[in-house]
């Protein structure tokens, strides 16, 4: 598929977080996009955002022309901490970490054109995702 001007339409990514230890969207998640175009190529940070209240972070940047890969950073351990430390405010201290995994790196290939929806299910010790819709 091309445009009029013959080059290829840009790749677009979308992602959501759903915290499954308590079946909820896990809010505030910082999350950092990066792209290259080729599997020797240098990564290139194309900016970030957070997730909202619904877990969704619809913001990212699209892709560069001639973006082959895809990473996504996915910051969870504030998250945690700052979960733990709410629902522990009266309670003693159960672990010394609110997560297993401080960080979340998800790389995945892409096409031009197509749309990139992967989310993330998630809870303090293991996280699996998947390419969505």
């Not at 699209?62 to 700052?82: C, I, N």
């Not at 405010?89 to 790196?105: L, T, W, Y």
């Amino acid at each position: 598929m091309s445009t009029e001007t013959g080059a290829l339409p840009s790749s677009s990514v979308s992602t959501h977080i759903l915290d499954t230890s308590v079946g909820r969207p896990a809010e505030g998640v910082a999350i950092t996009l990066t792209a290259r175009s080729g599997r020797d190529a240098e990564w290139v940070t194309l900016g970030g955002s957070a997730t909202d209240a619904d877990g969704r972070c619809k913001d990212l940047p699209a892709l560069p022309e001639g973006t082959t890969h895809v990473r996504l950073d996915f910051e969870v351990e504030a998250y945690f901490d700052k979960k733990q430390a709410e629902a522990q405010q009266d309670a003693p201290r159960v672990r010394d970490s609110g997560a297993f995994f401080p960080e979340v790196a998800i790389t995945f290939a892409v096409t031009p054109g197509e749309h990139y929806h992967v989310p993330l299910l998630l809870n303090p010790f293991g996280y699996s995702v998947y390419r969505g819709s």
